[in-house]
């Protein structure tokens, strides 16, 4: 398998230094990069403990680690040799101090050898690439134990009150992306997916993550560094929260949806999926 996987390299890695990371959205999304939108990104993307301990402990016994898509450096691993990847100057600017150390590139066309890492993770990033097939064939070209990737599944958004009753523009940005775990899945050898339920107050800001918390979709602050929120028109941003803050203050969502203030966690389509590769 990595044998074959190495004879295609050389082209993938050709075709990928060619790639426009500038415009760094798949689909539909090919406006705002997190260049400009990703200010004020890591106040409100901050990794939450409990989905935290579930990537660390599908790393296994990795101990070094090559985070692709890395961003503002959430879910790194603060015990493990981690280098991240990541294309936006603005995301690398918001790393904090004692972080671990980036370089600027893309998922396409990694900057390492081949076997340089025990193991390779993401964490919602693939939707983004310009290219999956080729980002995660670098991916199995630099970690020699596993890959441990995060993504969405859109089709529980189908049900989520905030895609379905009042943001449904978001959606439409979601199910295109081609980057959920039945792909992820599909492009990686020996693949196990679980889901990874969110809690009520996960500290990751992340639009599903706002599932029981309605009055954060009017923080601006909250939503600005969303991509799916930039991804809309402001016409349907604003129909969106006229309609919420209608049903708010007339008791309509709380009649529909209260019962999710009381749940402690919620399958929102998030999900782990892990590919071992020895």
Not at 169 to 186: F, H, I, N, T, V
Not at 193 to 221: G, I, K, M, Q, Y
Not at 243 to 251: H, K
Request: aromatic residues 8%.
């Amino acid at each position: 398998m990595r044998s074959r996987l190495r004879a295609g390299h050389a082209a993938i890695r050709a075709s990928a230094a060619r790639i426009d990371v500038s415009n760094f959205y798949s689909g539909s999304m090919a406006g705002p990069t997190y260049d400009r939108i990703g200010v004020g990104y890591a106040e409100h993307r901050r990794d939450d403990p409990r989905i935290a301990a579930r990537i660390e402990a599908a790393l296994g016994e990795a101990r070094t680690i090559v985070n692709v898509g890395a961003g503002a450096g959430s879910y790194e691993p603060r015990d493990r040799a981690v280098t991240a990847v990541e294309p936006s100057a603005e995301m690398i600017s918001q790393r904090p101090a004692g972080s671990a150390p980036v370089v600027q590139a893309s998922a396409e066309s990694l900057p390492f050898g081949d076997d340089s890492f025990d193991a390779a993770m993401g964490v919602l990033t693939a939707h983004h690439w310009a290219d999956l097939s080729a980002g995660l064939n670098e991916m199995q070209r630099v970690a020699r134990l596993r890959i441990a990737m995060v993504a969405f599944d859109p089709e529980a958004l189908e049900e989520l009150w905030i895609t379905a009753d009042y943001f449904p523009a978001m959606l439409e940005l979601k199910r295109p992306s081609g980057a959920g775990s039945r792909e992820l899945a599909a492009l990686l050898p020996s693949t196990t997916t679980s889901p990874l339920p969110v809690p009520r107050d996960c500290a990751d800001h992340f639009f599903a993550a706002l599932w029981a918390r309605p009055e954060l979709l009017f923080d601006d602050e909250i939503v600005r560094p969303m991509w799916v929120w930039q991804g809309i028109s402001e016409e349907a941003r604003q129909a969106g929260r006229k309609r919420l803050a209608a049903d708010l203050e007339s008791g309509a969502w709380e009649r529909r949806y209260g019962h999710l203030r009381r749940a402690q966690e919620l399958d929102v389509g998030l999900r782990l999926v892990v590919s071992e590769l020895d």
